[in-house]
């Protein structure tokens, strides 16, 4: 099969944006990114459309073509919580590497922070729980992942200091990103200090709520300055809900990886950038060990050690991820491809990094119940 590339990527700046509803913001992302891959709108002969709970269209594709002016030959929503971006990458590669299309427009926007109540959010997001027997007792998406990080901290000997080290490292990444939601520094003090959510996670290890779209072109040609290729792409899915966990070992994200690594024929050891899913804090922590880039309960002792730093050997989110870049729902998770996209390629400005050459990307939906794993490689043409 024939390689697929990511010839150009865009995005809107994350935060509140007012006045703009998804489709907007879509349509914002997806025009960067056609002027970024030098791609007229008539190339795009395939759409591939994350779902948004601020526009819940039964054809949100075919609704959002209509609005940018595309009329491809193959059109697909997808939903798979925030792993979706990760699952549309990989269905993009698919379609190229068969020749089912030539150029494949990823894009996804919500406007999460201003078309959204805080009660319709929180009713929206708690439907990942079980019907039956996690929804009726009034749990959040917070205290689930807040359940799921006090059995892993009991486990392991993570602490609440050692997942504050994470927002920190985010907060200053983001710091360097213009677009980026949360931009103001923090010190571990501010996290430990932050208003408690779900014990043990405080409001500076959730992510905010944000507007925002991002928006990628998979293409059969690579483009002209940057050949960045998806080398490698897997999947796994061990359950959908918290109550169903059987073995917090592995989520899914390590059968993910290992498919990823796998069929791109390489392994954690060649990669030099990371670009992870980080909802919370505890997510962070839990997918750089089940991953390869820590062993278990080790991941912030390699932050600490200076490992996941801008100047460290694998850079860890150097957008300010979910965590600060911000959370727009499948946009947000996107963000992270669209970083490493502009790293590899050498078009991230001020925050470009010397001499990246292999991206690892991993993105998770529900309570860590869907992962897909991406490798990205810069390749010499």
């Known amino acids: 099969m024939r390689p697929a590339w990511i010839a150009g990527v865009g995005n809107t700046p994350f935060g509140r944006l007012e006045g703009r509803d998804a489709l907007d913001l879509m349509a914002a992302a997806a025009g ?12 795009i002969d395939g759409v591939l459309c994350g779902y948004a709970t601020t526009t819940p269209h039964l054809m949100l594709s075919t609704l959002f073509c209509e609005r940018a002016g595309i009329r491809p030959a193959y059109a697909h929503a997808m939903q798979l919580g925030g792993a979706t971006g990760g699952a549309m990458l990989m269905l993009a590669r698919e379609l190229v590497r068969s020749r089912r299309c030539e150029n494949v427009l990823v894009v996804a926007g919500e406007n999460r ?16 729980g ?11 998406v917070p205290a689930y992942y807040a359940l799921l990080a006090a059995r892993y901290m009991h486990e392991t000997g993570l602490t609440e200091t050692d997942l504050a080290e994470f927002a920190v490292l985010m907060r200053s990444h983001a710091m360097r990103h213009p677009d980026a939601h949360l931009r103001e520094p923090i010190t571990i003090g501010d996290v430990l200090a932050s208003k408690p959510i779900a014990s043990p996670l405080k409001l500076l290890d959730c992510c905010p709520i944000s507007d925002g779209a991002m928006a990628l072109v998979v293409s059969a040609t690579p483009a002209p300055d940057a050949a960045v290729a998806i080398r490698g792409a897997g999947q796994g899915h061990r359950h959908q809900h918290l109550s169903a966990i059987e073995d917090t070992t592995n989520y899914g994200a390590r059968d993910a990886a290992r498919r990823a690594f796998a069929e791109a024929g390489c392994g954690p050891d060649t990669v030099d950038l990371l670009e992870i899913y980080d909802s919370f804090t505890i997510t962070l922590a839990i997918l750089l060990e089940e991953t390869g880039f820590a062993p278990r309960g080790g991941s912030a002792r390699r932050l600490r050690d200076g ?6 050997p694998l850079p860890l989110n150097t957008h ?21 996209f502009r790293q590899l390629a050498g078009r991230a400005g001020d925050r470009q990094l010397p001499g990246r050459r292999r991206a690892f990307v991993h993105a998770d939906g529900g309570v860590m119940s869907s992962h897909v794993s991406l490798l990205l490689a810069r390749e010499d043409t």
């Not at 300010?320 to 490493?340: D, I, K, N, Q, Y």
């Open 113 to 128: 922070a201003t078309g959204q109540t805080r009660d319709s959010s929180i009713q929206t997001l708690a439907q990942v």
């Open 32 to 43: 960067a990114a056609l002027e970024d891959a030098a791609r007229p709108r008539s190339a």
């Open 307 to 312: 490992d996941y730093s801008l100047d460290g």
């Open 320 to 340: 300010g991820g979910l965590l600060s870049f911000g959370h727009c729902g499948v946009a947000g998770g996107m963000a992270h491809a669209v970083e490493a």
């Open 130 to 140: 079980d019907a039956d027997f996690e929804v009726p007792y009034g749990a959040s």
